[in-house]
């Protein structure tokens, strides 16, 4: 079974410019998410996708970071304009329900903002 | 507010030893607890849950967990460390819907 896929796996830009990141669920899964992972902290959750519905989106600062799942298979998450205390890791996760069941996790992409 | 406490930021054990990660959570019912392991440059692995039932659980690598109510706590446990252990550990909880409040993490280092 392959995993959670994630690309870029690394990506620096400058600040006020904008970034992209692309996740690909475990086929099947239902649920997405994205979690934002600051050096030193737990990830946090940013948005929950049901199929290609928002869950919830109450972490998420909809001033500059968007996310779309168009056909509830995967998922762009966006910055724009970027700041340097968006320099994090962000983490893609599925699951098969919203329920506790366990969350598969990707690599996660690695943005410095400088 | 709900909250998941791991109180050691950075703990250091040699190979072989016992290891005790500890986990506190604050929450107004019994939530779902997990533990996940990060390796530097890897996603989050599942080491194991609790959802209910025997409040002892098993996990993969030899992990273990016990979950106490009494205590809030979820403390991980490994009775001998490889040098392989060495990552950061994620305590994590969620009541039912699926989001998952993570702790600060603990990071392991392992001596030889």
């Known amino acids: 079974e392959a995993g959670v896929a994630q690309s870029p796996r690394y990506k620096i830009i400058e600040k006020r410019q904008s970034v992209a990141f692309w996740c690909n669920p475990i086929?099947?899964?239902?649920?997405l998410y994205w979690y934002q992972q600051i050096l030193g902290q737990g990830p946090k959750l940013l948005i929950q996708f049901q199929n290609n519905g928002v869950v919830d989106d109450s972490q998420l600062p909809k001033d500059r970071f968007s996310a779309e799942r168009l056909k509830g298979v995967d998922s762009t998450l966006k910055i724009q304009p970027a700041k340097l205390e968006d320099s994090a890791v962000y983490l893609c996760?599925?699951?098969?329900?919203?329920?506790?069941?366990?969350?598969?996790f990707g690599p996660g992409t690695r943005l410095t903002v400088t | 507010a709900q909250s998941v406490t791991q109180p050691d930021i950075h703990i250091t054990v040699s190979e072989g030893a016992s290891l005790e990660l500890r986990c506190n959570y604050s929450?107004?019912?019994?939530?779902?607890l997990f533990w996940y392991v990060q390796s530097p440059g890897q996603g989050l692995q599942l080491l194991l849950k609790y959802f209910s039932g025997d409040t002892l659980v098993q996990g993969i690598k030899g992990f273990e967990a016990e979950f106490k109510r009494s205590q809030s706590s979820f403390n991980l446990r490994k009775p001998s460390v490889h040098w392989s252990d060495a990552a950061e550990y994620f305590c994590a909880v969620t009541l039912q819907g699926g989001k998952l409040i993570f702790g600060q993490g603990t990071e392991l280092s392992v001596k030889p």
């Open positions: 086929s099947g899964h239902a649920t």
């Open positions: 996760a599925s699951s098969s329900s919203t329920r506790s069941d366990e969350q598969y």
């Open positions: 929450y107004g019912a019994t939530p779902y």
